[in-house]
């Protein structure tokens, strides 16, 4: 794939994408070409700048600073701009090649110039430019070694001071904020790359520990400062290799971090990417530190994490069970995980087992994790073990009684070919239920949705008259009755519209005259039409200032 074609933005970004980004194509502005490059604003939900790569190694390719851009996707923004410079292809070779001319000519001129002149161009610039005289600032600190210089302009970067309003930074500002933290990671960055590789270590650190605590006073509903602690997490990794540190001291560190002594969120380092520059020695400190942690605290959420991290890193399944089981689930979900990692490593009848086991001592089978009961009732079906999988659907709805129960339970049952049977048998239950709690409508409500999912509507329709039933409900029984006791659906119409005459907006106009329409098919069908008509006669006058809903109507010639 190369170059700028509509096939290859569509390619990129998808259809979805792609037909989202030609609907932006009026909130484009800024376009600017340069020699490989187009950059522009997109004004989405906010001002978005975009950058498209024209030639690439890779061919076209595109950034943007939306959230789903950030993440690496080729989004509707980038699609927006490539297809406004498609749109004009005449222009587009002239414009690169006056890029690469006014490059070109910048070049020469600086090329011509003395240092003294050089030398007061910069300094005209960063005295015009703040934020470029900081970033020269700390590449000279960082030049010669002034490593206090450069720490403390870090801790500048990553102060909220400039950006909060009573010690907070609001949503308009965490953008700008997360601009100027990102600078601290260049600068930490550039240590590594300029042989300062053991500073910045420490430095990288000391930054995440700055940003942890920063980030409790953001609002950081974009994800920006994510982004900030992943490039951090990054340049850490890079000075841990440039560096080599002491292996048990990063070791005790890394532990350090994941059970929480940096409790951040942003900077999620996994031990094992530091496996190369720990070597041999650093992973057993490793392993001997996080088995500590994790016996003493079994249930500690990242005690379990660096475990089992540390134990799929060593293809140890059963030290990825052990941690697992040192905390089971009450709702049998950690029985399901168990049962999965077997499952992965090929002992089916373990996880069987495992998984068993969950359903076994729940707690509480209403409660039970369904992704457990389905993956029971998953492999049950692939043994050929039809009726076990029934007995357990059974047993689930007999415990939570709803309509997807049921459905589940028809669904085994009939692969079994019991289903008539098992019917019988749970709609006893759902009528039992609704004898006794007619006034709470639990159990009729789900009597009624379980007759209109089997297409009983008879039955559906006795139901519903005994024990009641939703406005919802009434209007499916009728929708399904309607060809075959049109006179008790058209009363169920007539009833439901009523309601809709006394209100407004086009959403209740919407459905009014969807009622109506039913209630016509019903006339016919009963042959009153005439009846029909003196009702709709009677209702445009009553409601003739409605003009959206008298619209409405002569739409759907009523």
Not at 23 to 40: F, K, P
Not at 251 to 261: F, T
Not at 314 to 332: C, E, F, S
Request: net charge negative; proline share 3%.
């Amino acid at each position: 794939m190369r170059g700028l074609t509509e096939a290859n933005l569509k390619m990129l970004a998808g259809a979805r994408s792609f037909e989202r980004g030609r609907g932006y194509l009026d909130a484009v502005s800024g376009v600017e070409v340069g020699d490989g490059w187009v950059t522009a604003s997109v004004h989405g939900t906010e001002r978005y700048e975009v950058e498209l790569a024209l030639e690439g190694p890779g061919g076209l390719s595109g950034e943007c600073d939306c959230p789903y851009g950030l993440e690496g996707n080729f989004c509707k923004h980038l699609v927006a701009v490539g297809l406004t410079v498609l749109a004009r292809p005449e222009s587009l070779p002239r414009q690169r090649k006056a890029a690469r001319e006014r490059a070109q000519d910048l070049d020469g001129w600086l090329s011509a110039r003395s240092k003294d002149e050089l030398l007061a161009l910069v300094r005209e610039l960063i005295g015009e430019d703040r934020q470029l005289r900081r970033r020269l600032e700390l590449r000279a600190a960082s030049a010669r070694g002034d490593i206090t210089s450069v720490r403390a302009r870090i801790r500048e970067l990553l102060d909220i001071g400039p950006f909060a309003q009573y010690g907070y930074v609001e949503y308009a500002d965490a953008r700008a904020y997360a601009d100027q933290a990102g600078q601290a990671v260049s600068a930490i960055g550039a240590l590594t790359g300029s042989g300062r590789a053991a500073d910045a270590v420490v430095l990288a650190g000391e930054a995440m520990e700055l940003l942890a605590r920063a980030v409790e006073c953001v609002d950081d509903s974009d994800g920006w400062l994510g982004q900030v602690g992943a490039g951090l997490a990054d340049v850490h990794l890079d000075a841990c290799r440039a560096a080599r540190p002491d292996p048990g001291e990063l070791a005790r560190w890394l532990v350090g971090h994941a059970l929480g002594e940096v409790d951040d969120g942003l900077t999620d380092i996994d031990p094992l990417d530091y496996e190369d520059v720990l070597g041999g020695e650093g992973m057993a400190v490793l392993r001997k530190l996080a088995v500590e942690a994790w016996q003493g605290n079994r249930r500690g959420w990242a005690e379990k994490y660096l475990m089992e991290r540390l134990a799929k890193g060593g293809g140890d399944v059963d030290a990825v069970i052990a941690v697992h089981a040192g905390d089971l689930a009450p709702n049998g979900h950690t029985h399901l995980v168990i049962a999965r990692e077997l499952d992965t490593a090929r002992r089916p009848d373990e996880a069987l087992g495992w998984a068993e086991r969950g359903v076994r001592e729940a707690r509480d089978l209403a409660a039970v994790d369904t992704a457990l009961v389905d993956h029971l009732c998953d492999r049950y079906a692939q043994a050929d073990r039809l009726a076990d999988a029934v007995a357990l659907r059974r047993d689930h709805f007999g415990a939570r009684r709803t309509l997807l129960a049921y459905q589940q339970l028809r669904a085994a049952a009939r692969a079994a070919d019991c289903w008539p049977a098992e019917r019988e048998g749970a709609l006893a239950v759902l009528r039992a239920d609704a004898g006794q709690r007619q006034q709470g409508w639990y159990g009729g409500a789900v009597l009624v949705d379980a007759l209109l999912d089997d297409k009983d509507v008879d039955a559906a329709w006795q139901a519903a008259t005994g024990t009641g039933a939703h406005d919802r409900q009434w209007l499916a029984l009728a929708d399904q009755a309607r060809a075959t006791r049109p006179a008790d659906a058209l009363g169920v119409y007539l009833r439901l519209a009523e309601p809709l005459t006394e209100q407004t907006g086009n959403a209740v106009y919407e459905q009014l005259v969807s009622l109506l329409l039913s209630i016509r098919d019903c006339h016919r069908r009963l042959g009153s039409p005439d009846r029909f008509t003196e009702y709709v006669s009677a209702l445009r006058t009553a409601q003739k200032r409605k003009r959206n809903l008298m619209r409405l109507m002569d739409e759907h010639r009523l």
